[in-house]
């Protein structure tokens, strides 16, 4: 699998040192994780948890809080479209809920999970390391009666499959805001879809700078085809003007000497006719 990836370090928050690490990364376009969705996902939920999977997908396809997460490749992505692009959430920074759906919900499961409780959720601490484990603690110890209800799934995007599937992050989060009223309750969920909204701003705003960049150039092109055919002209008046000058010059001169050539014509018929 190639992946091209543009890494972003987003302090959402300067008050808060952990949340100053957080480093997302947004995919470039037309760049996949290796995960293409072509439809709408079947998304059913896992009992007893806030979190929806794809029994049907060839991948560790989920949808939590808003947002569809995918863990691909030793790596935990999330998006708040079906098929991407794909933002990379640190370890550090996946939320609980995600981290606690058990071994068996996972449809394309790492080798390493292999001999874990199917029950049970992923041994991350194991894979991930202590010092993961000490930032994290507590993240598999749960009241499984006091979890929270699952988000609202945003079917508003069954209509956009295909070709009518946006690309575009700024379109994508323009037709969220219209159709998806839903705000994440999650706090590691909101600064991934914070990260992702300031993303699309970002690029929106490149757009339009380079928009206004090829309209100034456009202009100052005009603005010089203008200023040459204005030059041309003048050039072509000062031409005009400068031959009217000549033949007005020349026009005496050809009346002198037809003045001359008269006197002489009359000078000889006088002296015939004195002899």
């Known amino acids: 699998m190639r992946s091209i990836l543009v890494a972003m370090a987003l302090v959402l928050f300067p ?17 996949n994780i290796g995960i293409n969705q072509p439809v709408y996902p079947q998304l059913v939920q896992v009992p007893g948890y806030p979190v929806y999977y794809d029994p049907s997908a060839g991948s560790n396809y989920f949808f939590y809080d808003g947002l569809y997460w995918v863990y691909q ?17 640190s370890p550090q920074f996946v939320p609980v809920f995600i981290l606690r759906v058990p071994v068996r919900y996972y449809r ?60 575009a992050p700024q379109q994508q989060q323009e037709l969220r805001s219209r159709n998806y009223t ?27 700078q380079e ?19 204005a030059k041309q002209q003048q050039k ?15 026009q005496p001169a050809s009346q002198q000497k037809q003045d001359k050539g008269g006197e002489s014509k009359g000078q000889d018929k006088k002296q015939e006719h004195e002899q």
Do not use: C, M, T
Request: glycine content about 10%; aromatic content about 10%.
């Open 15 to 31: 008050l808060s040192p952990a949340q100053a690490q957080i480093s997302i990364q947004i995919g470039l376009p037309g760049i």
């Open 73 to 89: 490749g030793d790596n935990w992505y999330a998006s708040d479209w079906y098929n991407g692009p794909w933002a990379l959430v």
């Open 108 to 167: 394309h499961p790492p080798a390493y999970f292999r001999g874990w409780q199917p029950e049970g959720p992923p041994r991350w601490g194991e894979h991930w390391g202590h010092d993961w484990e000490r930032h994290r603690g507590g993240w598999d110890r749960w009241d499984h009666a006091s979890a929270p209800r699952p988000a609202p799934l945003p079917v508003y995007q069954r209509e956009y499959s295909g070709d009518r599937y946006p690309q």
């Open 182 to 208: 839903y705000k994440p309750s999650d706090a590691e969920v909101r600064r991934v879809d914070e990260a992702q909204a300031a993303k699309a701003q970002q690029q929106q705003q490149g757009k339009q």
């Open 211 to 229: 928009q206004a960049k090829q309209q100034q150039q456009a202009q100052q092109q005009q603005q010089g085809k203008q200023q040459e055919q």
């Open 236 to 250: 072509a008046q000062q031409q005009q003007q400068g031959k009217q000058q000549q033949e007005q010059h020349a």
